[in-house]
């Protein structure tokens, strides 16, 4: 996996107690920002990235030479519109980006942790994030927003911190993952692990790299991540460059080979032991369980304004589990909104250009800053 050259860290010098049981300290976490803070320093947004995203949220990716992962949303003049809002994109605790992960020496023996990397949680990933408010002189944040895995980390962030931002945007996503979910990140786990290159965790040490088996994982999530219908109008049976089937186990059709593509450019920019430990996070999330089993106590101290997106095509994170969010929040009174967007591009429809998806999300942010700033007045 490529390693980024230069990246903007803060080091976390007090103790985070994981939920694992496990402390650590002194741990770097890599942020990127776009836009400027202002002098009231009430525009901050944080931007919470979903699986196999990163801090390059906008502009150019620097490990990768393509486009960050939401340039449709966010830059001048777009959705979350950079040159009003000041926006922080962090990557996740166990990420392989800059931030404290799997990839980083043990302090305790002077190796690359590999598998001796403490297991973590959505929890602990908005906890490290947290701390780059007060390195940053943000009070209170304007808005915390993210999709899929992202939008746990919104509903975390919320609970933890009830009264660090005016709104908040979860976007296809869930209070606590799925038996189906859990059953799809597992086989992308076995598929990790079974490549003899995997070598128990520790392939860094012995310059291996099981990159069969990463490729594998990506390839079965990325089905995920789309809609039948999509894949049906974009791929359906045709033929890869051929006019009749060839008998054999290559690539015959087009959608065998967008799938192949996917998961070899996927391992150049990603590590495997993080794609195990974030799925991991992402499995052990049940935001419900850490409230008793009612999913209303977790927002019960906040007046945070909530507005949560669902696509009609997305299958992972069906409209059904978005509304519980919403039903929960109605439970306690508070201020949400919610929209279903029409999309036949399945769950990746918010990284994707949806005019509807983005114009929902510009309106609500515009419309709410607006009420903010007349309420100082």
């Not at 999709?147 to 209070?175: E, R, W, Y």
Request: proline content about 3%.
């Amino acid at each position: 996996m490529n390693k980024l050259d230069k990246v903007n860290t803060i080091v976390i010098e007090k103790t985070l107690k994981l939920d694992c049981g496990k402390s650590i300290s002194n741990f770097p976490i890599a942020y990127e920002t776009y836009g400027k803070l202002n002098e009231n320093k009430d525009n901050g947004i944080l931007v919470f990235h979903a699986l196999t995203g990163d801090q390059f949220a906008s502009g150019i990716n620097p490990v990768t030479k393509k486009e960050g992962w939401w340039s449709y949303a966010v830059g001048p003049g777009k959705a979350i519109d950079t040159n009003k809002y000041f926006v922080i994109c962090a990557n996740v605790l166990g990420g392989c980006m800059g931030s404290y992960g799997p990839s980083d020496i043990n302090p305790e023996n002077k190796k690359i942790f590999g598998t001796d990397f403490p297991v973590i949680t959505i929890n602990d990933m908005v906890n490290a994030q947290y701390e780059l408010l007060d390195h940053l002189n943000i009070e209170k944040l304007f808005s915390v927003i993210g999709g899929s895995m992202g939008g746990m980390q919104v509903l975390q962030f919320i609970s933890n911190f009830p009264d660090k931002s005016h709104t908040a945007i979860p976007i296809a996503c869930t209070a606590s993952h799925s038996a189906q979910n859990i059953a799809l990140n597992e086989l992308g786990r076995q598929s990790i692990m079974a490549d003899s290159d995997w070598q128990n965790g520790f392939y860094e040490e012995k310059n291996k790299s099981p990159a069969k088996g990463l490729s594998v994982a990506r390839m079965a999530a990325h089905i995920t991540y789309l809609s039948k219908k999509g894949l049906q109008e974009k791929f359906g049976r045709k033929l890869q460059e051929r006019d009749d089937l060839k008998f054999s186990f290559d690539a015959d059709f087009q959608i065998e080979s967008y799938l192949r593509y996917q998961g070899s450019v996927f391992v150049d920019r990603f590590d495997a032991n993080s794609y195990l430990y974030i799925t991991r996070a992402m499995d052990y999330f049940d935001l419900t369980k850490q409230f008793g089993g009612n999913l209303s106590k977790a927002f019960q101290k906040s007046n945070t304004k909530f507005f949560i997106i669902s696509f009609t095509s997305d299958w992972l994170y069906p409209t059904a589990e978005n509304r519980e969010i919403v039903i929960a929040l109605n439970s306690l009174g508070k201020d949400v909104g919610f929209v279903e967007i029409k999309s036949d591009k399945g769950h990746d429809s918010f990284l994707l250009d949806v005019p509807d998806f983005l114009s929902a999300v510009k309106n609500f942010l515009n419309t709410s800053y607006g009420k903010i700033n007349e309420k100082r007045i």
